[in-house]
């Protein structure tokens, strides 16, 4: 599954494919995105679509928590029919994951990466949630964020003969990126697909 991806490295570059309110003040960050690292995604807001940083990891059920308590997050979802996820599939909680390319791991372990072969922008389909409190790192004890995880789906040609399970869910249209904002759950649920074989390289 995918725990490693590159994102575009600043809101302005974000801003000049999806009009969006710049929370982030513009700063650059870091673009390769690993688990439990914040990460900029565009999601609603009360004036409209915003970009913000959020932590990478969704809350996980309560079921597969050790008995610390820490919660390492969620980062790949796939099974939205579960109850613990059907809460935040409606479009309150839908948001778009910007990103460049992303990784597999391969028969060694090292990444395979992979982007599109026509350098067409890619969005994640994403959810997030405001203001969980959890403990993500014992250390630090419990602490507030802002959360996002990605869906995942069968994978494509490209993607399958590295990992046979699963991909990213990624949109590559603005119609499709409105769809998975804006439109209802029975809608945009039909985006969870693998893009066409022969997309990526």
């Not at 603005?174 to 209802?184: C, I, Q, R």
């Amino acid at each position: 599954m995918c725990n490693l991806y590159r994102t575009k490295s600043s809101a302005a570059e974000i801003a000049g494919l999806f009009r969006a309110r710049d929370l982030t003040g513009n700063m650059p960050w870091q673009t390769d995105v690993y688990p439990d690292r914040l990460a900029p995604i565009i999601r609603h807001g009360e004036e409209g679509p915003e970009i913000a940083q959020a932590r990478w990891g969704m809350p996980t059920p309560p079921q597969y928590l050790p008995e610390s308590g820490r919660d390492s997050g969620v980062t790949n979802i796939r099974n939205v029919s579960s109850p613990h996820w059907r809460r935040w599939l409606g479009a309150p909680h839908r948001c778009l994951v910007p990103v460049e390319a992303f990784s597999e791991p391969g028969p060694d372990r090292k990444p395979v990466w992979f982007e599109p072969v026509d350098g067409a922008p890619m969005m994640f389909a994403g959810i997030e949630t405001r203001g969980w409190a959890s403990i993500r790192k014992v250390k630090d004890g419990e602490t507030t964020d802002d959360l996002f995880g990605f869906l995942t789906c069968r994978p494509n040609a490209e993607v399958g003969a590295i990992h046979p399970k699963a991909m990213p869910v990624i949109l590559t249209s603005a119609t499709d990126w409105d769809t998975w904002l804006n439109a209802p759950w029975e809608i945009a649920k039909l985006l969870q697909r693998p893009l066409p074989d022969g997309s990526l390289q």
